[in-house]
């Protein structure tokens, strides 16, 4: 025989034995492969498998994720915000209780804004309770905010001649 066909042969054979092998795992794996064992071999593998489930889902549930309640100091200054917008009436107590969830959705809903998940930012940053930015070197002159006018516009300092960081070098 020629070499070649013996290391064609050589290779079909892997290849069938491969796809052999992964669907066997694969008939292993499957639960509706139970058609051979018995009913308490059934349950035992059922069982197990519930067991491994709830572990997973009971590791999950224990993660929790993002901001769970609203610092106390933080609902003050929400609420102080409210109350000079007229959405709430008293004192701000600091307290992020219903009255102060119900002013804010209200708040939110005023201006279009989604009312489900509360404080938005949009509405804590037109309230004045924005991002801090008492962390900046240069406050002053940070750019915090995307600049007024089009984007592709160059403001030169004089009309008419051209802008002397844009000219080619």
Do not use: F
Not at 12 to 39: E, F, I, M, R, Y
């Amino acid at each position: 025989m020629d070499l070649r066909v013996v290391a064609t042969r050589l290779a079909n054979a892997a290849c069938a034995l491969l796809l052999l092998g992964v669907l066997t795992s694969a008939q292993s794996n499957n639960p509706s492969s139970d058609a051979g064992k018995t009913s308490t071999q059934k349950a035992g593998s059922v069982a197990a498998h519930k067991t491994k489930s709830k572990k997973t889902r009971k590791s999950a549930s224990r993660r929790t994720r993002g901001q769970q309640k609203i610092d106390p100091k933080r609902a003050q200054e929400i609420q102080e915000a409210l109350i000079r917008a007229h959405y709430l009436d008293g004192k701000p107590s600091g307290v992020w209780n219903d009255a102060t969830q119900k002013a804010m959705q209200r708040y939110q809903a005023d201006n279009n804004w989604q009312s489900k998940t509360t404080p938005d930012a949009r509405a804590l940053i037109k309230l004045g309770l924005g991002p801090d930015h008492d962390h900046l070197l240069n406050p002053e002159s940070a750019m915090t905010t995307q600049p007024q006018g089009t984007h592709g516009a160059s403001i030169s300092s004089q009309p008419g001649k051209p802008d002397p960081d844009k000219q080619q070098r």
